[in-house]
């Protein structure tokens, strides 16, 4: 290895390293296979979930309603009320187209039968004879009769006529029959009337709330273009500002340093002063204890000089100084 050969790339050409490398990179990759595996089984799993929630949902019939207020649920009430009494109604005149049927027929096939079959004997032995000369028999007598005894009156006719008491229970169901009816066509009326009412106002207040949506959502969208027009022009001023903060504080850099040396030198000046007034002191502190210790020498000196008085010595004289 040379002396400008980085450690770096040497350490990456040891064979040890290369082996661990490769070793980590074959680990890498199938952890990465497997996360991808699990990544494509969960990705699927939503997919299925997205397509089996996009799925038509099928709307009740309740949900058909919901923009119906209670106007028209009271109309719709109605309606359903009035529905079931065109239904009874309906059966009601059923039985009683049936029950005039059979009334009639009853009468016509119990009571006048017996009644027909004697007038009609009674007559074929009268009118055994044709003018015609044609051979009558109980065979085609209900067939000829007419034709050769077209003159006769004694001839009774095949229908009886009406009792009183047939006639008023008929005429009772028939007047029945006609009032069911007429009850019947006042509620198809009104439930028409009904319906139609509520469908419409629920139409229109379906148009009005659709109309209203296509509005907020034009407002909407309206609102967050102007919204995005209003975040560009506000980075553009923040922009703008950076911009002029940036060259008025490189422009008032030199300002700034005048100022700031023009401070330090008020600080240097009293720092001075503060040491010049302490030098001062402690200048005047020396002065004053080397007075006294002159004075002190001088007047012990002298002292010691004159026969008269007592001898001191110099450790005395110093003692008396230093107090």
């Not at 929630?53 to 309603?65: A, G, M």
């Not at 004997?121 to 009268?126: E, K």
């Not at 007419?146 to 009792?163: A, E, G």
């Not at 020396?286 to 001191?312: A, P």
């Amino acid at each position: 290895m040379s002396d400008k050969k980085p450690l770096l790339k040497t350490h990456n050409t040891l064979p040890i390293d290369s082996d661990s490398d490769n070793e980590n990179k074959s680990f890498s990759g199938w952890r990465q296979y497997f996360n991808q595996q699990k990544t494509d089984a969960r990705n699927k799993k939503l997919n299925d979930e997205n397509k089996h929630t996009t799925k038509d949902i099928p709307v009740s019939f309740l949900q058909l309603f919901r923009f119906a207020d209670r106007i028209d649920l009271l109309l719709i009430t109605i309606a359903l009320c009035l529905i079931l009494g065109h239904a009874a109604c309906l059966l009601a005149k059923v039985i009683l187209f049936g029950q005039i049927t059979g009334l009639f027929a009853t009468t016509s096939f119990s009571v006048d039968c017996d009644n027909q079959y004697q007038n009609l004997a009674s007559t074929i032995i009268n009118n055994i004879v044709c003018p015609l000369g044609i051979d009558l028999n109980p065979l085609n007598y209900d067939r000829l009769h007419k034709l050769c005894h077209y003159h006769n009156k004694t001839i009774s006719s095949t229908l009886s006529p009406l009792t009183p008491l047939f006639r008023q229970n008929v005429m009772h169901l028939v007047y029945l029959f006609f009032g069911f009816s007429i009850l019947m066509f006042l509620c198809a009326s009104l439930e028409y009337i009904c319906w139609t009412i509520s469908t419409k106002r629920q139409t229109s207040r379906m148009s009005v709330l659709l109309f209203q949506s296509l509005i907020q959502r034009l407002i909407t969208k309206e609102t967050k273009e102007q919204l995005s027009t209003y975040s560009n022009a506000g980075q553009i001023a923040q922009e703008v500002f950076s911009s002029l903060r940036t060259v008025l504080s490189f422009n008032g850099s030199k300002c700034q340093q005048k100022q700031y040396d023009k401070e330090l030198k008020l600080n240097e000046w009293c720092t001075i002063r503060k040491n010049a007034a302490f030098g001062a002191y402690n200048g005047w502190l020396f002065f004053i204890s080397f007075l006294v210790y002159s004075i002190g020498f001088t007047f012990g000196s002298i002292l010691m000089s004159y026969g008269n008085h007592r001898t001191l010595t110099i450790s005395e004289i110093l003692i008396v100084s230093d107090l």
